[in-house]
């Protein structure tokens, strides 16, 4: 599925040096390696601010602490992402809505969620919490009107779209507050578990920082109840430099993507969908964004099959999600039942994401596609 040695091998000196310059001026935590990082990541993304911190799943709920979500409020979002989509909204002490997602790009559906916002318990909505899935960005012309008409803070799950856009603008500035991830599998990659909060807004920003270090403005001075989230000097340093290659990285990405198409419509396989018949449905670029494609995620209806025989050839791929999120175990309590979501439920039943990463060879993509279309010969 994904090679990361590909992506380490010519940069290595450069992180080498990096982490040794944390090493010499021993500042593990926070410090001059994570302030520069934060200054030219906010840069790049065309955010005010950025603020470090120790994992996406962190940086989600920071982001909502930080834009005031709380007790007694809601936060509308997609039962179709990774599991801290909706668990940071429990833990910021809020309830989680969900509605259904668009069968075209799986990202939230603006529809679905007005349905919700003028359901029995859309009162209590404070904030949209729309994901960026698979590193397209989610319709953010329908939301902010939604959330303009309703009084609504959008927060952005950009941890799989570093360097998205809508329309010109970069994931990480478009919402009031958003989380990225740098999991070691995302476009901008840490060496272990880091994320990011970014907002446009000053006040946003103050609360952020003062909750990653326990509420603490003024050191041991505890304005409020926070938790230690901080990012690791090492993090911070890796990070800088991989920001410097980040945008060609998501260009060969992007090149990947193309490549795939080509391939697979040379092959007769390519379906209008949204919905497969016998072939597979392709993900596709939505107009006036930029998809960086953290994943490349087909739809197919025999998709377990599919999956088994690419296992046989070694050739790796991957299922984002099995499980939407109101049928996890762990979210039993919301109270949605099999049947409240089917465009998540069928998607959950049909995608499968194949290899996509900067360095992945032509013949590589080849051998996916040849393999894919003598299963369903
Ligand atoms: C959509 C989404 N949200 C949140 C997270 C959580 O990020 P992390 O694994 O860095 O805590 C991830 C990454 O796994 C993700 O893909």
């Known amino acids: 599925m994904l090679d990361l040695k590909r992506q ?11 982490v040794g310059h944390v090493l010499e001026t021993q500042q593990f935590i926070l410090g001059e390696p994570v302030s520069a990082f934060e200054e030219s ?5 065309g ?9 996406g799943t962190d940086a989600l709920w920071l982001a909502l602490a930080a834009a005031g979500i709380g007790p007694g409020m809601a936060v509308v979002t997609t039962p179709f992402s990774f599991f801290a989509s909706v668990s940071c909204i429990l833990r910021a002490g809020a309830r989680p809505l969900l ?7 799986f990202n939230l559906d603006p529809a679905a969620v007005r349905t919700v916002l003028d359901g029995p318990r859309g009162g209590a909505a404070r904030a949209i919490l729309p994901v960026h899935l698979y ?25 799989q779209a570093w360097g998205a856009e809508w329309n010109g603008v970069k994931a990480g500035a478009l ?36 909750l990653r270090q326990h509420g603490m403005r003024r050191r041991y001075y505890h304005d409020e109840v926070g938790w230690n989230t901080r990012l690791d000097g090492f993090q911070g340093a890796i990070l800088a430099v991989k920001l410097k290659y980040i945008e060609g990285w998501n260009e060969a990405r992007r090149a990947v993507a193309a490549r795939y198409y080509q391939l697979f419509a040379a092959a007769g396989l390519a379906e209008a969908g949204p919905y497969p018949g016998h072939g597979v449905v392709l993900p596709h670029e939505v107009a006036g964004s930029r998809h960086v494609w953290h994943q490349y995620v087909i739809r197919t209806p025999r998709r377990d099959d599919l999956r088994a025989f690419l296992a046989a050839r070694k050739i790796g791929s991957e299922i984002y999600y099995p499980v939407p999120l109101h049928m996890q175990d762990a979210l039993k309590q919301l109270g949605y039942a099999e049947g409240s979501f089917p465009e998540a439920e069928r998607a959950a039943r049909e995608v499968l994401a194949l290899p996509i990463f900067p360095e992945l060879r032509d013949d590589e993509q080849q051998t996916v596609v040849a393999a894919i279309a003598e299963f369903l010969s």
Not at 47 to 55: E, M, P, Y
Not at 137 to 147: D, K, R, S, T, V
């Open 135 to 159: 590193g397209q960005c989610a319709n953010w012309g329908a939301f902010a009107q939604l959330a303009n008409e309703r009084g609504l803070k959008l927060i952005e799950d950009a941890a």
């Open 175 to 210: 919402g009031a507050a958003a989380a990225f991830s740098f999991y070691p599998t995302k476009n901008l990659s840490a060496a272990g578990d880091a994320g990011m909060v970014t907002t446009n807004s000053e006040d946003v920003a103050d609360r952020a920082r003062m």
């Open 41 to 45: 990541a906010a840069r790049q993304l």
């Open 99 to 105: 509605a259904d997602i668009e069968p075209t790009t």
């Open 8 to 18: 380490y091998r010519p940069i290595h000196q450069e992180l080498l040096d990096a």
């Open 47 to 55: 955010a005010a601010h950025a603020i470090g911190c120790s994992s």
